[in-house]
C-alpha cells in the first residue's frame, strides 16, 4: 500500500550523487512511490559528477517526465502528489519557482506544491549566494517552501564522502517524517 507519493526533480545544478543516493535509500521503502522529472542539464551533470545516466534512475521511479513537458500530469495542481524535492537545485530553477515563471514542468510542478499548500523541498548548492539569490530564497522560505542548502554537517565526524551524503539523505529523511539511522545524530 502506497503511504506517501513523491515527486523528484533534478535540475542542472552540481549535486547530482545526492538525488542518487536519495533514490537508492528511498527505494528500500516500498510504500513510498517515486516519479521523477529530469532537466536537460541534469542529464549532462549526472555523467559529468558521478559517470552515470537518466537511464541508470528510471528504475526509482514509477514515472519518468521530460523538464519540457507541460502536458505532463504533475503540470496540473489536481495531480496528486504528497511532496516534492528539487535536487539538486540550480539557482535558475529555485529563481523560477521564487517568481511563479512556470515554463518548465520542474517550476510549474514547485508552483503547485506552493498553491496546493503541500512540502516543497528546495536542496540548493551553490556558493557564495548573490543577494539576488538570498532574496528569492527568502521569499521561497515565505511561500513556503523549505530551503534546504546541500551543506552536510561534520558533527558526526565523516569519514568519506558517502557519509557526507547520508548526513544529507537522512536529513531529508527528517524532513518528509521518514524515520531513519543514516547518520549519528546530535546527542
Not at 495542481?77 to 519557482?97: F, G, N, W
Not at 512556470?102 to 548573490?130: Q, W, Y
Not at 523549505?146 to 537522512?170: A, C, Q, R, T
Amino acid at each position: 500500500m502506497i503511504k506517501m507519493k513523491l515527486l523528484i526533480a533534478l535540475s542542472g545544478a552540481s549535486g547530482a550523487g545526492y538525488a542518487i543516493e536519495f533514490l537508492k535509500e528511498i527505494s528500500k521503502h516500498k510504500e513510498i512511490e517515486v516519479e521523477l522529472i529530469f532537466s536537460e542539464y541534469s542529464e549532462k551533470i549526472l555523467e559529468l559528477e558521478e559517470n552515470s545516466s537518466l537511464n541508470e534512475l528510471k528504475k526509482y521511479a514509477k514515472k519518468v517526465y521530460d523538464n519540457s513537458d507541460l502536458a505532463a500530469a504533475p503540470a496540473s495542481s489536481s495531480y496528486l502528489i504528497d511532496a516534492m524535492i528539487v535536487l539538486p537545485c540550480s539557482i535558475k530553477t529555485a529563481s523560477e519557482i521564487a517568481t511563479a515563471n512556470c515554463g518548465t514542468l520542474i517550476s510549474r510542478a514547485a508552483d503547485n506544491m506552493l498553491k496546493m499548500k503541500k512540502k516543497l523541498i528546495v536542496c540548493v548548492r551553490e556558493t557564495p549566494l548573490s543577494t539576488p539569490v538570498l532574496h528569492n530564497l527568502y521569499n521561497l522560505s515565505l511561500y513556503g517552501a523549505i530551503v534546504f542548502p546541500l551543506s552536510p554537517g561534520f558533527y558526526h565526524k565523516p569519514k568519506d564522502l558517502m557519509e557526507l551524503k547520508s548526513f544529507i539523505i537522512g536529513k531529508l529523511f527528517d524532513v518528509l517524517g521518514i524515520e531513519n539511522n543514516l547518520f549519528k545524530r546530535w546527542n
